[in-house]
């Protein structure tokens, strides 16, 4: 009974959330503060809120190699973002989404002045769901996700979509 109560507690709050974002008109800007420190060599720590995580490069480029390097946490947050999304919408649908897994990857020139040329997800995912359902989805959270909005504007984007091991969406 308290696992009910939870979820649909979860369902509501998403639904609330989901519905004022669809409902703003206007532009309405939003804030997240992170904190950085340097801890020593070319390890960092932030903060955000109460939580805190490491940031460090390998040993090979002059790291202390006890966290993932900063390019690693960037794509990190972009995929799970839109992770988040699709589980929101999952969610807010009632929608069940068995398992899902992403590889994030990142190409880009590593030249002074370069850049990222594109990035790609790789989604598996494993749903009763229909395969229109999980398209649906897909474009929501596309739409509802601000690293992919912001990302597109500057990087090609490319997402694969697999559902139940059968290809839903190529290169997106």
Do not use: W
Not at 4 to 23: M, P, Y
Not at 100 to 129: N, P
Request: hydrophobic share 40%.
């Amino acid at each position: 009974m308290d696992d009910l109560k939870a979820h649909q507690d979860l369902v509501e709050v998403i639904r609330k959330d989901n519905g004022e974002r669809r409902a703003l008109k206007d532009a309405k800007l939003g804030t997240h503060r992170i904190d950085v420190r340097l801890n020593e060599q070319l390890k960092f720590t932030a903060s955000f809120g109460g939580f805190s995580f490491t940031i460090d490069e390998p040993t090979e480029r002059g790291g202390t190699g006890v966290g993932p390097p900063p390019l690693a946490h960037f794509l990190a947050g972009a995929v799970s973002c839109l992770m988040t999304q699709f589980q929101k919408l999952a969610l807010e649908k009632g929608v069940v989404i068995d398992s899902m897994k992403t590889v994030a990857r990142g190409h880009f020139d590593m030249r002074l002045g370069g850049a990222f040329s594109d990035v790609c997800y790789d989604i598996e995912m494993q749903s009763s769901a229909s395969p229109q359902t999980i398209k649906g989805i897909a474009q929501q959270a596309e739409l509802m996700c601000y690293a992919h909005n912001t990302l597109r504007k500057c990087v090609t984007l490319k997402t694969n979509l697999t559902l139940n091991g059968d290809a839903l969406i190529v290169g997106n």
